[in-house]
Nanobody, 126 residues
Framework: QVQLVESGGGLVQAGGSLRLSCAGSGRTLSRYGMGWFRQAPGKEREFVAAISWGGGNTYYADSVKGRFTISRDNAKNTVYLQMNSLNPEDTAVYYC???????????????????WGKGTLVTVPS
């Protein structure tokens, strides 16, 4: 069994930056893709970004390309999401996920992943 714990959320002004972290425990995640989804109030959960187990491949939602960067440290079983140029539309609960399916399938797997964290709230006031 795997536990994923997110951290780093908070309140940030528009144009600012935040770095989310997700630490995995319970077993090695070196063979799992890891990534992030988010769910804004009253909206469906949506894919944000994913990274392959080796870190060589990344995949982003169009809405965050050029602003967000995903990375991972397998020695620490941790994935990161650096978020820059934040705007109010980025306000959401951000969920960490781990999955062995191809990264290209992740946008269609909004609720069906091997493992989920409990989420961390990011608020960007308008």
């Amino acid at each position: 069994q795997v536990q994923l714990v997110e951290s780093g959320g908070g309140l940030v002004q528009a144009g600012g930056s935040l770095r989310l972290s997700c630490a995995g425990s319970g077993r090695t995640l070196s063979r799992y893709g890891m990534g992030w989804f988010r769910q804004a109030p009253g909206k469906e959960r949506e894919f944000v970004a994913a990274i392959s187990w080796g870190g060589g491949n990344t995949y982003y939602a169009d809405s965050v390309k050029g602003r967000f960067t995903i990375s991972r440290d397998n020695a620490k079983n941790t994935v990161y999401l650096q978020m820059n140029s934040l705007n109010p539309e980025d306000t959401a609960v951000y969920y960490c996920a781990a999955e062995q399916a191809p990264l290209s399938s992740w946008p269609d797997r909004n609720y069906v992943m091997d493992y989920w964290g409990k989420g961390t709230l990011v608020t960007v006031p308008s």
